[in-house]
């Protein structure tokens, strides 16, 4: 069991990364009612909010240092977070303004952050090589940083996802490949789509090692992602988890769902795996109610500071679309 | 007393409809891709047909684009006719090699023994802040490659007809909607975006262009939603005394060269409008043609008016300042005809 | 074990082939010497020759029927003639001709045949999910034919190769997919390009039967490939077979195969899958040693009809070259 | 005495010098790609460099250019300066997105806050017999993509100076090599493919055309062989009096435009060879360049010469009926002249 200080640790980074979305969620209809325009308000675009994964990024983050290389999916703010992202840049970027992240041009898939390693792409596994290459960078460096690519299952079903597994493994990177199993891929279910049940079973077609985490619940990812992680430090080869995790939201937002039963609904919100974490807390007695109060005030604050700087930030200049093409 | 009844259907409804009524005809027709069952298709191109159909003639694919576009290849040779659907045309660099390397050239290394009669649609298009990987248009990158017929709708007439067509053509046909056009309930309304449909199935030719608004002045070419951004230009320019003509190619590949030609040996000008990059695509090809056809009835150098060879930006005022709108178009149609 | 009159089939595939490779191989240098030209000769381009590789095609297709579909690769001729593609219309398509498969179009990596339902590409992997597609087409169409994917050990690290398992799997397709592991990606030895030792291990990925024959015999591959056209043609679902297989001669003609030790060659050369089966074949008192040389005279014959087809035919016009773009 | 020495290159050992050179004055500098070990390279571009750097600089992949084109870009961005070699650029379908969704975007996208300094080598070109999906060119479909750097040489001196260019530049750049001017043994021998290279090493700008031969009644734009092609071409219409200008772009992206408009104001007469397929490309991408900065200098309608719209075809009468060669370059541009 990981110490009371991690435990707190990993319980911030979740309430953070809640506190974020969930604003997010509220942001991104300003102006897209009552007719909802997705082209309309201050978040145009399609928005992909991870509700319901925090345990997967706060589980593995928490090994990573800032200089060990992030790659994410379309749905990338909780793993940015977790590693370490600049909330505001990150939340400025959103807004498409100049003090974002790439200054307005990348938006909320395409964020990328030298500080802390960190990139994401809107094309499914499109970064589960670039994760490779990073690590690739480091042996050859002899840095002992790793790389962490995550994807979700439906990205699992792709050539790239086979491609990297195998590379990695026969080159013996130091990668963690990081499995997030909502069972959703927009309005496919796992099922439909994957022929087996678990994608850790998969590691083997590599000779992997691979970690199912049956349940959301952020101390087995912290644990199993600390070996991995680990290993993959120590020059032991890469690894793959899979965290069958939960999507509290739509696929983006603006997504009626009407593909998921309301009683699979209410089952994924009833187990919400902060407030599991949160009774488990209390019972252990690691944090108190008036503890966790004061950890999502802080967010709140954090998170309300971040899209204040996001707001009141100016616009690129409309000619800055020319620029960046070529460095 | 007579009852003037107008059928007006979305670009997106019409595309089903013309899927439907295919898939009625003839139990060789089924659609495959991400989310065209329960889901519709994210752009709507799909919605209904689960219902009609079920799940053995309407399948969702896992995220597996060379797998499935290969396996609606595969079906077409052994007697079906798939329609397959890539949800974003920017996703094309996960399975090309499926599409110009084998769909595209499979019926040329027989000899024109086996056909491939299969369609490929696919969104195009930004304006809503999806920036760089969920935006473009492509059609130009299609249309260099030999063997693939390379449709572009801009109305729902159109789109109807144009998709009976390439389900019925034996060759596979790569089908572009532009999300702009579709008149989907969530995007910015764009009232051309409906229009009369007549219910019973027709063909609209592949390879036809086809003048949406004639004019002596200056001829804009171009395709898709850029059409109605060009009808809207010749608005404004008719009350400065500018009549623009305004020619929808409607297809890539065949390109109608005829059609463009003609009309610059009758207005003597010629504006390309593409929301394709502008570099080595349709801008450049359509000059081309106007310069191989009518070099000597030109007054003035052709111009194209294209997104700028940049990826597309996320933020709003840099997007708008890329894409062709309105004003734009009609800012260079003016330049063209006054100098 | 199969019967004398199988055994004795699955010889005569074997010779016809490798005399067909063969004959082909000393074609392919006319014109090419002294000094080695790809492009001149009465064949030009790429030469990829399966000698050696013949108890796979022989063994499989044995199974099929010329309404089973088959996809093959950049290596193609085995499985062509295996599953009984004119050798005629094949050798003038490989000379170019006018009374080719492809009336000179396709060339030797491009052939299809509409007779067999046969099809192959020079793209590695290209074929796999076109299996994929003929399978879907039986079964909407009620016919209990199957398709086969044959594909070389170094395909099996491509994308295409997962996303085709995964799908034939999850749609419970008759596909029966065949790996030819002759332990060469041209240069690339598979320890070299593959993180495990055996492909066939891959098949638990997908949920589906996978089978190692460990040593090039037509016997044990005939009998794999039997189990597996059943379950495939009895809706069964896919299974996948890998076959130790060996590559007697260069990834293409021309291939000085530095890369390779005289050790291995020698090896391989020795230990020729047809030599091998022919002591059987005589030790069992299937076939006598006339019977054999009978089997070889034969063959010789039809290949020089075939390659005398081919030769006595005319090119196509050079016009004909703007035909058959499209339908 | 004074003794003349030359020191005369293929193109392949021009490109593997180039390379090594790299790899001794830069640690960072990397080679992966499929039989680029032992083999050196199918076109030979790697020739020699296992035995100079081992196998973990030159490093052989499996056949996964997904996976490895993405490692390159990965390691690029956490410090290293990759070169990965596409054996053929027909692959690029299997692997597209790597390159032009995400190798060619993340600068742009991380509003330049990251770079991808790498190279990606492949190789172009038919005329041997190896049909539809080997023998293609497309650089004129890269091109079309923004963000990749896109370099085409013809010749040994430029192929060692765009290579280390190449190498230094802190973009992705697209490094495309024809077959038949790498000089290798077992291709027809191309007197041209073999040059003076100077040891020591040296940059050739990205972004400039060169004027491979000077003349003033027409101006032959093309890159790669067919500038070859065209020399040869030029010689047999020098015969009849009829200068040409030979411009070798080097390089599309970026197009010197400058240098097009320029030979064209002065030879008032333009003729595009183009090995890649004709519509939709560079031809038309040229073509519109001289109409947009030299339209009054135009005694003639700029013509093109390139590959037909069809797949390569594997028979050699059809393919060279195909291919654009000196006779047919001299023919166009004699027509071009005397109408
Ligand atoms: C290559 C590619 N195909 C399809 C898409 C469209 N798409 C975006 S997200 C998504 C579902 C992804 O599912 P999963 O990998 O499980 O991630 P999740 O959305 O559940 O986080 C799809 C199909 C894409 N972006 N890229
Ligand atoms: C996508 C792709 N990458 C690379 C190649 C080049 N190539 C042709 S054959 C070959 C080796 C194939 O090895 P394997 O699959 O084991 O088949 P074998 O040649 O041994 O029969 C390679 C790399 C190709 N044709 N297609
Ligand atoms: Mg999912
Ligand atoms: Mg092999």
Redesign the pocket.
């Given at each position: 069991m990981p110490s009371n200080e991690t435990l707190r640790a990993l319980h911030h980074q979740m309430v953070r990364i809640r506190v974020f979305e969930e604003t997010l969620q509220k942001i991104y209809f300003e102006g897209k009612t009552p007719a909802f325009d997705i082209a309309a308000g201050p978040v145009p675009g399609e928005m992909?909010l991870?509700a319901g994964?925090e345990p997967v990024a706060a589980g593995v983050c928490a090994h990573l240092r800032p200089t060990d290389a992030v790659t994410a999916?379309?749905?990338p703010h909780h793993v940015a977070l977790a590693h370490g992202m600049d909330m505001q840049r990150l939340a400025a970027e959103i807004f498409g303004k100049e003090t974002g992240l790439g200054h307005g041009k990348g938006g909320h898939m395409h964020l990328f952050d030298p500080a802390t390693n960190f990139g994401c792409s809107?094309?499914?596994?499109?970064g589960m090589p670039t994760a490779v290459g990073h690590a690739l960078a480091f042996k050859k460096l002899g840095r002992d940083d790793i790389a962490v690519s995550f994807?979700?299952?439906?990205?699992?079903n792709?050539g790239a996802f086979h491609e990297s597994l195998n590379l990695a493994a026969l080159w013996k990177l130091g990668v963690v490949f990081v499995c997030?199993?909502?069972a959703?891929?927009?309005s496919?279910p796992k099922d439909k789509a994957t022929a087996i049940a678990n994608n850790s079973d998969r590691a083997s077609a590599y000779g992997m090692p691979g970690v199912l985490i049956p349940d959301n619940d952020p101390v087995a990812v912290y644990e199993a992602a600390g070996e991995a992680v680990a290993r993959a430090r120590r020059g032991g080869g890469p690894s793959l988890i899979e965290i069958k995790t939960d999507?509290l939201l739509g696929?983006f937002e603006g997504d009626p769902q009407l593909y998921r039963t309301k009683a699979e609904m209410e089952t994924v919100t009833q187990r919400d795996a902060i407030r599991r974490f949160e009774r488990q807390l209390i019972e252990s007695g690691a944090m108190t109610q008036p503890d966790l109060d004061q950890v999502w005030e802080a967010a709140r604050a954090e998170v309300a500071e971040a899209v204040e700087f996001a707001r009141s930030s100016p616009y690129p200049a409309p000619e800055a679309a020319l620029l960046h093409v070529f460095a | 007393m007579a009852v003037e009844t107008r059928r007006l259907l979305t670009t997106s409804k019409a595309i089903s409809e013309a899927i439907a009524q295919e898939m009625e005809r003839d139990p060789r027709v089924f659609v495959m891709g991400?989310?065209v069952g329960v889901y519709g298709g994210i752009f709507g191109a799909t919605e209904g047909l689960l219902a009609k159909f079920g799940p053995e003639r309407i399948m969702d694919t896992p995220?597996s684009?060379t797998a499935f576009i290969g396996t609606a290849i595969g079906a077409a040779i052994s007697g079906m006719r798939p329609i397959a659907e890539l949800?974003?045309v920017d996703?094309f660099g996960?399975c090309m090699d499926q599409i110009y390397n084998h769909m595209a050239k499979i019926h040329y290394e027989s000899g024109g023994n086996v056909t491939v009669p299969m369609v490929l649609t696919t969104a195009i298009g930004g304006g809503y802040g999806d920036a760089a990987?969920?935006s473009q248009t492509l059609y130009g990158l299609f249309a260099h490659l030999p063997g693939m017929k390379i449709v572009v709708p801009s109305t729902p007439y159109d789109a109807k007809g144009l998709m009976i067509s390439a389900i019925r053509d034996d060759n596979p046909v790569v089908y572009f909607f532009h999300k702009g056009i579709m008149g989907l309930g969530w995007m910015t309304p764009n009232p051309r975006a409906t229009g009369e449909v007549p219910e019973e199935p027709y063909t609209v030719p592949i390879g036809k262009a086809d003048v949406k608004r004639a004019g002596g002045d200056v001829t804009i070419v171009t395709v898709s939603l850029m059409v109605h951004r060009a009808l809207d230009a010749a608005e404004d320019l008719a009350t400065e005394g500018i009549e623009a003509e305004v020619l929808d190619l409607r297809s890539l590949v065949p390109l109608d060269r005829e059609a463009i030609v003609e009309s610059v040996r009758k207005t003597h000008r010629l504006l390309v409008v593409d929301e394709d990059y502008g570099s080595f695509g349709m801008s450049g090809e359509v000059i081309t043609t106007a310069i191989e056809g009518a070099f000597d009835h030109l007054d003035a150098p052709p111009a194209r008016l294209a997104y700028p060879d940049v990826p597309v930006p996320y933020s709003r005022p840099m997007e708008q300042f890329c894409l062709p709108d309105r004003e734009k178009i009609a800012a260079a149609a003016r330049q063209l005809v006054k100098g």
């Open positions: 992909h991870a994964q999916t379309h749905r809107g094309i499914i596994a499109e994807f979700g299952e439906g990205a699992a792709q997030e199993d909502n959703w891929a927009i496919v999507r696929h | 991400e989310d995220i684009e949800m974003f996703f996960v990987q969920h």
